[in-house]
Each structure stands twice: as structure tokens, then as C-alpha cells.
């Protein structure tokens, strides 16, 4: 069974400024998606960015970016510019490519930002 | 945008009582998912349907948790009868099976369910 592990149960960061969140997974497969997903206090699960495994290139939406390592496990979210808005519950999720495709999630950073 | 409709946002009720929740996925959509979300357990799949059909329920208590999906537009996850561990919030979520789930899914807002 897949597990995903969010190490930093708290983050916080000066707005404007640059934050990294951290996530592992442990998978014995080869092909596979990750995800970011953001929850605000409005508890609504937003898509933030996403990655197929099988692409080298580090996949980035605007101000979010990650830091894919397969050999390692290792699926980073780095959040530039950092905005009272990025507030919110952050979870790292896996997917495999075949089989059952649910998300098995992390346990999430929760992302303070300081103006 | 499109999105995934719940029903109800929050729901107290007591012990014993059967509580229905509903969810409306993004037309279209034929995978649907239900989730919980506690502290303790953080988020689970509780089960998920393919083409209204439940592909995997295992993360469902048998005993008092149904999932349905009477037709494409509807997804109902009962708990009868309620008890107090069974408070959390139940998210659903849709997606479309073979052309885009790589994408992730579409959450609801989820129901806030308070068993006293």
C-alpha cells in the first residue's frame, strides 16, 4: 500500500516571501500521479498543481512550483510571492496510474502567512 | 466554473438516527468519490463509483454505512444508525474516467456531520 507523509504539521512565512512544503511518499510502482491539494477554512479541497510521474520536467502553476524527485520520493511545493490568500490547509496526495484510483492523502501543513 | 454540489452543508443530529447525505457531481462526470475527513485519520476514501457502479467500499463500515448512486447526477452516502465517532466531514468528490483524471478531482465543500 502507497503512503504519503507530510513531515511539517506547521509552516509559516512573511508574505512576499518564498516557502517550501515538504512531502514523501513510499510506492513500489513506476507510474503515478501527485498532487497538491489546498484547503482554506472554507473546507473546500482546491487542486493546486499536479504531476505525472513519468515526466522529468518539474510541473508549475503561477506562483507554485514543485520539486519531484522520483528516486527519492520526495514531491516538494514551493509557494514564490507568498499571498495572505495561500493561507490554508496544504495536502500532498498520491494516485496510481492503474488500478484503484484513489487519492491516498497526507496528513497536511497547515501554511501561515504573516503580513 | 463547474462544480460538485453537497447537500447538506452541516447536519446535527442524534444518536441513532439515519442521516442521508447527498451529492450532486459536475455533469458529465462519471467517477464519483466519498471521502471523510477527521483529525485523527486525517482524509479517507470511504468508497468511489465508476459509471454509477461502486468500484471499491472497502474503507466503509458495512454495517451501518450505504453509498448509491440512483442515477448520474446523484451520489447518497447513508449512515443508519448514526454514533458520535461518526462525526467528520464528508467530502465528495467527481472526476472523468480516461480522459482527464489524471488531472485530479473536483471536491465538493464537503458536510459537516455532528452526531450528539
Known amino acids: 500500500a502507497q503512503t504519503v507523509t507530510q513531515s511539517q504539521p506547521e509552516m509559516s512565512v512573511q508574505e512576499a516571501e518564498t516557502v517550501t512544503l515538504s512531502c514523501t511518499y513510499d510506492?513500489?510502482?513506476?507510474?503515478?500521479?501527485l498532487f497538491w491539494y489546498k484547503q482554506p477554512p472554507s473546507r473546500q479541497m482546491i487542486l493546486v498543481i499536479r504531476?505525472?510521474?513519468?515526466?522529468?520536467q518539474n510541473a508549475t502553476e503561477n506562483r507554485f512550483s514543485v520539486n519531484f524527485q522520483k528516486a527519492a520520493k520526495s514531491f516538494s511545493l514551493k509557494i514564490s510571492d507568498s499571498q495572505l490568500g495561500d493561507a490554508a490547509m496544504y495536502f500532498c496526495a498520491y494516485r496510481s496510474e492503474f488500478g484503484n484510483e484513489k487519492l491516498t492523502f497526507g496528513t497536511g501543513t497547515r501554511l501561515t502567512i504573516i503580513p | 466554473d463547474a462544480r460538485v454540489t453537497q447537500t447538506p452543508r452541516h447536519k446535527v443530529t442524534e444518536m441513532g438516527q439515519e442521516v442521508t447525505m447527498r451529492c450532486q457531481p459536475i455533469l458529465g462526470h462519471n467517477t464519483v468519490f466519498w471521502y471523510r475527513q477527521t483529525m485523527m485519520q486525517g482524509l479517507e476514501l470511504l468508497a468511489y463509483f465508476r459509471n454509477r457502479a461502486p468500484l471499491d467500499d472497502s474503507g466503509m463500515p458495512k454495517d451501518r454505512f450505504s453509498a448509491e448512486m440512483p442515477d448520474a447526477t446523484l451520489a447518497t452516502l447513508k449512515i443508519q444508525p448514526s454514533e458520535p465517532r461518526d462525526s467528520a466531514v464528508y467530502f465528495c468528490a467527481s472526476g472523468l474516467a480516461g480522459i482527464g483524471i489524471e488531472y485530479g478531482y473536483t471536491f465538493g465543500s464537503g458536510t459537516r456531520l455532528t452526531v450528539v
Open positions: 510506492t513500489s510502482e513506476s507510474d503515478y500521479y
Open positions: 504531476q505525472e510521474a513519468y515526466k522529468q
